[in-house]
Nanobody
Framework: QVQLVESGGGSVQAGGSLRLSCAAS????????MGWFRQAPGKERDFVAA????????YYSDSVKGRFTISRDNAKNTVYLQMNSLKPEDTAVYYC???????????????WGQGTQVTVSS
């Protein structure tokens, strides 16, 4: 049974930083691309960042490029999202997900975590 468990969310002031982690089990982690998505209240779930199987290729949404960094440690079956220079508009529930290939598109992801709340105050 595949499980993705996010952690590291919380409340921070604008300009601050948070590091999200997502621990995976029940799948061959190094065979999956990993992504982060986010969903604000009343809005659709949006793409944030994705990383290829071995970490050599990354994608970012325009809204987070230059502020967020996705990385992975295949030895620990974990993917990370380092979030710097946080803004109030980054407030959302953040989800990690696994896909058989690198993608920006929600429909390509087979497995999802339960999400972790990030709240950025001004």
């Amino acid at each position: 049974q595949v499980q993705l468990v996010e952690s590291g969310g919380g409340s921070v002031q604008a300009g601050g930083s948070l590091r999200l982690s997502c621990a995976a089990s029940g799948l061959t982690f190094s065979s999956y691309a990993m992504g982060w998505f986010r969903q604000a209240p009343g809005k659709e779930r949006d793409f944030v960042a994705a990383i290829s199987w071995l970490g050599g290729t990354t994608y970012y949404s325009d809204s987070v490029k230059g502020r967020f960094t996705i990385s992975r440690d295949n030895a620990k079956n974990t993917v990370y999202l380092q979030m710097n220079s946080l803004k109030p508009e980054d407030t959302a529930v953040y989800y990690c997900a696994a896909a058989p290939r690198l993608s920006r598109y929600l429909v390509d992801y087979n497995y999802w975590g339960q999400g972790t709340q990030v709240t950025v105050s001004s």
